[in-house]
């Protein structure tokens, strides 16, 4: 079986209660009970001093009967005395308002006797207390009893009636017992309302303790209960109603703090989850860009070892032919119908030997010897020596410079022959009248340069742009080797940059050269730009 919070709050406050007050009400009894014990001692000591004194007269007059009538007359009062008798110092009961004890001798062990001759000599005198005693009467009830000394005073031993000697101390002992009922009475009326009092008040603080414990503690207790029971079904817009600014009320705080926090970390695996597929696919890109990077160059590199050692092969007999061909072609003793051929073989011959150029530039791995270098001014000499081919004639140049691009540590030989190679493929994509702009810039995000180029030619069709940067991949009839955009792509890789493109048939292209800044966190902040967006006229 279950209790309730409240149920077990008001059993073991009952439980505290009942113990406390019980013990209350024990040593209350108990101080009452000797404070009634001490007030009859007082009380039947001073009744026997009043007996005393009030039958003293007639017993200086030897009135011994008028005496007694006075004591019979007090111990009348059945309710309250038991017994008064009159005891003289041999032990002998000259008087006793239980006449069939008259006469009789006591022990000096006797409850009435031994309280003063317990010792060795007779005690002359006492305390109350020690003259009192506590004993059980014929019917089993509890009294007390009371012994009054009757000492010899002068009066006594001067009378005429009197033959008691002068040195006898006490003449003898009033002996008073009193009957305890009444103050038994008040004992158990007094523990009697203690043990109702005690139960109503266990009653009353137990409804009240239920009363308030159910208001400030159940109640926003079963709140959060309940709060707890709608969080778990998923029910994050509950809040937990705040009644109070003390423990339960920071913890209804918690709560709906807990619950805000859930919200969020939910609404966050949502938008994650509604995203995720997106950020897959970005990534994925991302991957096969850099897995095609990689097989990109692993394939230049192993392409280039055999270029190598192929156009080292093909190089020296090359140039043997080219030498005897350009002498026989010069040669005055030739028939002039073989000049033609001979011409051909030069021109061919040339051309061979530009390809095996080509070859060698492509599989030599050359050091950039770098420097500090400006890529505006290394653009300007690259175009100081391209602009005059007839290619340029009606193209036009537009020059879009940052002039707050720092200078860089670049081998300025080679970044000028990138650059020479992506302008006459500019140029020789226009093929006519056109336009070439030239943008240059820095991005503060990615601490790189970036110099772009674009051009309104005719495009490169979608399935070339993953291989115009491989080597002999060309569009051109009889025209290049189809090796500069991969030596340009090596010199670009070799300082730690790289070459993006964007390009549409029919509207243009656009080269964009990236160069890595030298300890960008050593380097001036250049002002923060946005990357380039493609120009393609």
């Not at 059945?78 to 005891?87: C, G, H, S």
């Not at 004992?187 to 303790?209: G, P």
């Amino acid at each position: 079986m279950r209790l309730s919070l409240i149920a077990k709050l008001s059993i073991a406050s009952s439980i505290v209660l009942l113990i406390t007050m019980g013990l209350f009400a024990y040593i209350n009894v108990e101080q009452l009970q000797k404070l009634l014990f001490e007030e009859a001692i007082t009380d039947a000591d001073k009744l026997g001093e009043t007996i005393v004194r009030t039958t003293h007269y007639n017993m200086l007059e030897n009135n011994r009967r008028r005496a007694y009538q006075v004591i019979d007359e007090v111990g009348s009062q059945r309710a309250i005395i038991e017994r008064i008798r009159m005891i003289n110092k041999y032990g002998l009961i000259t008087h006793s308002t239980d006449h069939k004890e008259i006469g009789l001798y006591l022990d000096k062990k006797a409850e009435a006797c031994n309280m003063c001759h317990s010792g060795p000599s007779p005690l002359v005198h006492a305390t109350s207390m020690n003259r009192s005693r506590f004993f059980h009467n014929r019917e089993g009830k509890l009294v007390l009893g009371i012994a009054k000394a009757i000492y010899n005073e002068e009066r006594c031993f001067t009378a005429s009636c009197h033959f008691h000697p002068k040195e006898a101390k006490v003449l003898g002992v009033l002996d008073v017992i009193v009957s305890l009922d009444s103050m038994h009475q008040k004992v158990y009326t007094y523990r009697n309302e203690i043990i109702i009092l005690t139960f109503f008040q266990i009653c009353l603080i137990s409804l009240c303790l239920t009363f308030f414990t159910q208001r400030l503690v159940n109640k926003p207790v079963r709140r959060l209960v309940r709060h707890a029971h709608l969080i778990g079904s998923g029910e994050l817009e509950a809040r937990v109603a705040i009644t109070s600014h003390d423990e339960l009320g920071e913890l209804g705080n918690a709560f709906n703090d807990m619950t805000a926090s859930l919200k969020r970390a939910r609404i966050e695996l949502e938008d994650w989850g509604k995203n995720l597929e997106a950020k897959v696919d970005e990534r994925t890109q991302q991957i096969k860009q850099m897995q095609a990077q990689l097989v990109h160059s692993e394939k230049l590199a192993s392409l280039g070892e055999l270029v190598a050692g192929i156009a080292h092969e093909i190089n020296n007999p090359l140039t043997g032919i080219l030498v005897f061909a350009s002498l026989l072609a010069n040669d005055s003793k030739l028939d002039p119908s073989l000049k033609g051929d001979l011409d051909l073989i030069v021109k061919e011959t040339q051309r061979c030997a530009k390809i095996v150029k080509g070859l060698l530039d492509f599989s030599r791995e050359s050091i950039p010897q770098k420097k500090p270098s400006a890529v505006n001014a290394i653009m300007d000499a690259t175009l100081t020596l391209v602009c005059h081919q007839s290619c340029f004639h009606d193209v036009t140049v537009i020059k879009e410079y940052n002039p707050d691009i720092p200078e860089m540590l670049l081998d300025p030989h080679q970044i000028e022959q990138v650059f020479i190679n992506l302008l006459l493929n500019a140029c020789h994509a226009i093929a006519g009248p056109g336009e070439i702009r030239i943008k240059t810039g820095i991005s503060k995000e990615n601490h790189s340069a970036y110099i772009a180029i674009s051009d309104t030619g005719c495009g490169i069709p979608e399935e070339n742009l993953s291989k115009i940067f491989d080597p002999f991949f060309t569009t051109k009839e009889n025209k290049g080797t189809g090796l500069g955009l991969s030596v340009s792509y090596g010199i670009i890789e070799g300082h730690g940059g790289r070459i993006e493109v964007q390009s549409t048939v029919g509207v243009g292209t656009t080269f964009t050269v990236w160069l890595p800044f030298i300890n960008p966190d050593d380097q001036e902040s250049p002002p923060d730009q946005s990357s380039p967006q493609p120009d393609n006229g």
